[in-house]
């Protein structure tokens, strides 16, 4: 099929396109390339794809399939020496497929499914009980996201000061499956001397349906979002050096909300807030990072003596985020010997609901990771991450846990 009428950002996209040099170092970082030695499986051969969609050449089913077995872990982003959006291309390429090429069923209802449920809770917690029923009936790669939800009871210690406010979005597949993450953040901010505001009517921030190339939805999802905190940002007492601060525990959807700005940067009523949210965005580590030599005094390493601590950055905080390394330097920071194995930059294969999707590719990737950063095999090792869907994926047994909650059973009695 021809798409070349039905372009609608082929002036940015070509500007993005122009600055790739086609070398290809690219390719040694990318997990998909590596796993099947095709160029098509690469970030050059995707790009070459996109390429050929703008200048008007046919796309087929064989575009369509090499741009879903892309897993955006952006990868190749940090490793092009041209400084190439690759996040930005694969974006628009994705949007003009779901247009241009039609999916059998076997492909499109689970992708609209996956992408609808998230903006609706209600159905979204239902969905998951339902699941957890006939967990044994679906495909494996469900399963990982069908346990039963972890809870901690949190005795909060009162502030001492407060400093500034965190707006705290609760996501939405998170308060299902482990709503303990978002609880312990909320625990460590309060004892830190953070007003904590939980914001509750906001559901998806939008990761989902951007992921899986359905812009309208995450679009949608994403006003919700802005709509919820919205009154935040007009409060008269959080301006200037009282900004808040708007934290989620995932780093994907943390990605998300800074990505809102170039998401709404043409709509003139959303925008504003759109730019805003960008700048009060913040990952927890971001956060957490400021307070190292608080937290040292307060936490206790005794009950974790012997046990072997990896770090697992996940590609959206390392290739997204922009924070490669600063999850394994806070934890070396604390006191603690931390590794993060071999590759540390290679993608675990969860991206977001990419292990659902494309469940083999995800599968062997999963098992390199655990291989490379030990958690095969190796008696009392944990892993820490900071993304509920690869702390799903990659877990066997209750091993690999978010950062944040470690952090948060360490404190001291009291503290
Ligand atoms: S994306 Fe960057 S590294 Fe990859 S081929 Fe293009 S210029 Fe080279
Ligand atoms: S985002 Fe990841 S999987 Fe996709 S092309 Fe880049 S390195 Fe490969």
Redesign the pocket.
């Known amino acids: 099929m021809k798409l070349e009428e039905k372009i609608p950002r082929r002036a940015e996209v070509e500007d993005l396109l122009a ?9 040694a970082t990318c997990p998909t390339y590596l796993a099947t030695g095709l160029e098509l499986e690469g ?2 051969g995707r ?1 070459g794809l996109i390429k050929s969609m703008v200048e008007g050449h046919a796309v087929s089913e064989k575009t369509q399939h090499h741009l879903d077995r892309c897993l955006t872990c952006l990868n ?1 982003e940090t ?4 400084g ?1 959006e ?1 996040r930005r291309i694969i974006d628009i390429g994705r949007a003009w497929m779901k247009d241009c090429i039609p999916r059998g069923i076997g492909s499109h209802l689970p992708r609209v499914m996956l992408s609808k449920m998230m903006a609706h809770p209600i159905g979204l917690g239902l969905g998951f009980r339902v699941g957890r029923w006939f967990k044994y009936l679906l495909p494996s790669a469900f399963r990982p996201y069908l346990h039963p939800p972890r809870r901690l009871n949190l005795a909060l210690s009162p502030a001492t000061e407060t400093l500034r406010t965190v707006l705290l979005l609760q996501g939405c597949v998170q308060r299902h499956l482990a709503p303990a993450i978002n609880q312990a953040l909320s625990d460590v901010l309060v004892k830190l001397g953070y007003r904590v505001v939980e914001i509750r009517h906001a559901d998806c921030c939008g990761a989902v349906g951007h992921h899986l190339g359905d812009s309208e939805t995450a679009k949608a999802q994403a006003k919700k979002t802005m709509r919820a905190l919205h009154p935040y940002l007009l409060d008269p007492t959080l301006q200037g050096d009282q900004a808040p601060i708007i934290v989620m525990t995932s780093s994907a959807c943390g990605l998300m909300l800074k990505d809102f700005e170039a998401l709404y940067q043409e709509d003139l009523e959303m925008a504003e807030d759109a730019k805003r949210i960008h700048q009060c965005a913040l990952d927890p580590l971001e956060l957490i990072e400021r307070h190292v030599s608080a937290i040292r005094h307060r936490i206790d390493h005794a009950g974790i003596k012997g046990l072997s601590l990896k770090i697992h950055e996940p590609c959206t905080l390392q290739h997204g985020l922009k924070l490669k390394g600063r999850l394994a330097a806070l934890f070396s920071s604390l006191g603690f010997e931390v590794s993060q194995g071999v590759a540390p930059h290679l993608c675990c294969g969860a991206g977001g609901v990419y292990s659902l999707m494309n469940p083999e590719m995800a599968q062997s990737l999963r098992e390199e990771k655990r291989r490379h950063l030990g958690l095969e095999g190796q008696g009392d090792a944990i892993a820490l991450t900071s993304n509920i869907g690869c702390m799903l994926h990659l877990d066997s047994k209750g091993e690999v846990v978010h950062w944040i909650e470690f952090l948060q059973g360490l404190f001291k009695e009291g503290r």
């Open positions: 600055r790739c040099v086609q070398c290809g170092f690219c390719n970030p050059r790009i190749c490793s092009c020496p041209s190439v690759y």
